[in-house]
Nanobody
Framework: QVQLVESGGGLVQAGDSLRLSCAAS????????IGWFRQAPGKGREFVGAVSRIGERTSYTDSVKGRFTISRDNARNTVYLQMNSLKPEDTAVYYC????????????????WGQGTQVTVSS
């Protein structure tokens, strides 16, 4: 099993930056593919990005390309979501998710999920 804990959310103004963290335990961290998803009030869960086992491959949804960056520090069992130039439409609960070995961007392929962290961006 894999346990995931997100942190770093908060209330910011448009144009500000935040860095979210996803700390993992329960498996060898370098064997875990990590995805980030978000869900805004009244909307479905949206793919944000994903990072491969050692960080050499990343994918992002079009709405965050150029603004968000996913990285991982396998020595610390932590994945980061750096969010720059935040917009009000980025307001959502952000979740990290994990699966073993195989890189994917499909939420249904992720087996383990964190509890989420709230990001609120004001105008």
């Amino acid at each position: 099993q894999v346990q995931l804990v997100e942190s770093g959310g908060g209330l910011v103004q448009a144009g500000d930056s935040l860095r979210l963290s996803c700390a993992a335990s329960g498996r060898t961290f370098s064997n875990i593919v990590i995805g980030w998803f978000r869900q805004a009030p009244g909307k479905g869960r949206e793919f944000v990005g994903a990072v491969s086992r050692i960080g050499e491959r990343t994918s992002y949804t079009d709405s965050v390309k150029g603004r968000f960056t996913i990285s991982r520090d396998n020595a610390r069992n932590t994945v980061y979501l750096q969010m720059n130039s935040l917009k009000p439409e980025d307001t959502a609960v952000y979740y990290c998710a994990a699966r073993m070995f195989v890189f994917t961007t499909a939420p249904g392929n992720f087996d383990y999920w964190g509890q989420g962290t709230q990001v609120t961006v004001s105008s």
